[in-house]
């Protein structure tokens, strides 16, 4: 067994570095979809028109 041997490939580590950058990219993506679509239903359940319409104030 030679040296030159256990050493890894720069071609072969740039691939699977790439593989693995590109997974976990992805999955922070759906993590943000998801995110965004909560907010969105929250700001959908959270609209009332008739909260603020009428406003009494006395001086």
Same mark, same amino acid.
């Given at each position: 067994?030679?040296?030159s041997s256990l050493t890894p490939n720069p071609v072969t580590m740039s691939?699977?570095?790439s593989v693995i950058?590109?997974?976990?990219?992805?999955?922070?993506?759906d $993590?943000?979809?998801q995110s965004g679509e909560g907010? *969105?239903?929250?700001m959908e359940q959270s609209v009332n028109p $008739?909260?603020?319409k009428n406003?009494?104030?006395? *001086?």
């Open positions: 067994m030679t040296i691939g699977s570095n950058g590109t997974a976990v990219l992805a999955k922070s993506l $993590n943000y979809a907010i *969105v239903k929250m $008739n909260v603020g406003f009494d104030m006395k *001086v």
